[in-house]
Structures are given as C-alpha cells and as structure tokens.
C-alpha cells in the first residue's frame, strides 16, 4: 500500500498565525498523463464527515476560503492555512486517490494557542 | 445538492455480519463510482471498498474477504455487509461518492454521508 505520513500530530496556533502540516507519501502520487499529484486534502470537524478541501495537490474546492492552500514537492505535500480562523479548528487529512487502496494520512489536529 | 444518508444497526455482535444502506438524494447512482470507508476510534481513515451501478466492484486487500457491496439502482441505494465482524470492526462507518469519475478517471472523494457509529459487542 501507499502509507501516507503526516506531520505532526498536532499543532496549536495563535489566531491570524499560519499553520503547516506536512504529507509525505511512500510511493510516487504523480500521474504522468496529466504531470498530477493525485492527492486531495480535507477537512473534519468534530462529529462531521470529512470534507474536501483541495485535491490534485494544490486546486482547491469551490467555496473552500483562499486561506487555504496546498504545494507539492515530490512526494512531499503541505497544506497551509495563511491566517488561522477560529473556524479552522479540526483534523486535517492527507489522501492518496492514484493507488489502490486508496489511503489516508493519519490526521494533524489544529487548536487555537 | 448531493446528499448521502447512511443507515443500519448501531450495535452488532460478534461472528455476526455488518449491514449498512447508504441512500442517494440529489444524483443519480448511475454512472458513478461509491465508496465505504470507516474511522475507528481515534484513528484515521480507512478506505473499505467501492462499487460501480453496473456492479463492478473493488476492496481493501485488508477487508476483501469479509467485505461485500451491492448496489439498488431503483432505490438510489448502495450497501455494504462486512460478515465475521470483531471488536476491532467498531468504527464510525462512511459512505461517499467517488474513486473514478465517469471517465473512468481517478478522483478524490467530494461527498460524504454523516457517518454512522458502528459497535461490535455482545
């Protein structure tokens, strides 16, 4: 299987700071036809599903705030919120959709400092 | 608005099989790809399997000898029986919309249901 690895486990940020989280995966996620990183990002909140933030690595979602952006280095990924919002507060996940399985990262928490 | 609803026991015992429905409103179930995944207790996410309207359907190697999906097209519904279930089956369970698009093409998945928790106890 891919493993996506993500760090770290948790993060506490001041309002209006930014934060980073990192994914790496074990495999290359670059499908050569299109020259795409097939990785999405979401984002759950406490007793909701996940929802989707950003796919093919950095294209984010219609309504999704530009706040929020993704890069890609390799097999490296971020995700970066600029200016942290109260709203922000959730688990952040990784998600490979090129291999099959398909396969999560093990989620980054983001608190308020 | 696409919506997924999931249902089905909220309490399975062991040895026993796992059902769950999950209804469509919104889209039609035709054409597209579903998929299962499920969250046990403070872990991450586990893709459990997919199927395609016209039947077609793929697991987790992890899950692939216990897991089973079918498809309703009349109802709009999909389903998933997970049979043999223990402890370590109690998750909270998702259904979702995705794996490939129409074209057959990889995509992330950009709809998900509530979520239902799933117990395995006696």
């Known amino acids: 299987d891919c493993v996506m690895t993500q760090s770290p486990d948790s993060l506490a940020v001041s309002l209006g700071e930014r934060a980073t989280i990192s994914c790496k995966s074990s495999?290359?996620?670059?499908?050569?036809?299109?020259?795409?990183?097939?990785l999405a990002w979401y984002q759950q909140k406490p007793g909701q599903p996940p929802k989707l933030l950003i796919h093919?690595?950095?294209i984010r979602e219609p309504g999704v705030p530009d706040r929020f952006s993704g890069s890609e280095s390799g097999t490296d990924f971020t995700l970066t919120i600029s200016s942290l919002q109260a709203e922000d507060v959730a688990v952040y996940c990784c998600q490979q959709y090129l291999h099959t399985p398909r396969t999560f990262g093990q989620g980054t928490k983001v608190e308020i400092k | 608005q696409v919506q997924l609803q999931e249902s089905g026991p909220g309490l399975v015992k062991p040895s026993e099989t796992l059902s769950l429905t999950c209804t469509v409103s919104?889209?039609?179930?035709?054409?597209?790809?579903w998929s299962w995944m499920r969250q046990p207790p403070g872990k991450g996410l586990e893709w459990i399997g997919y199927i395609h309207y016209s039947g077609t359907t793929k697991y987790n190697p992890s899950l692939e000898s216990r897991a089973t999906t079918s498809v309703d097209t009349s109802k709009n519904q999909f389903s998933l029986k997970l049979s043999s279930v223990t402890a370590a089956d109690t998750a909270v369970y998702y259904c979702?919309?995705?794996?490939?698009?129409?074209?057959?093409?990889?995509?992330?998945?950009?709809?998900w249901g509530q979520g239902t928790q799933v117990t395995v106890s006696s």
């Open positions: 919104g889209d039609s179930i035709t054409g597209r790809y």
């Open positions: 495999q290359s996620i670059l499908y050569r036809s299109n020259n795409r990183n097939y």
């Open positions: 979702a919309r995705g794996y490939y698009d129409s074209r057959g093409q990889s995509e992330p998945f950009d709809v």
């Open positions: 093919w690595a950095s």
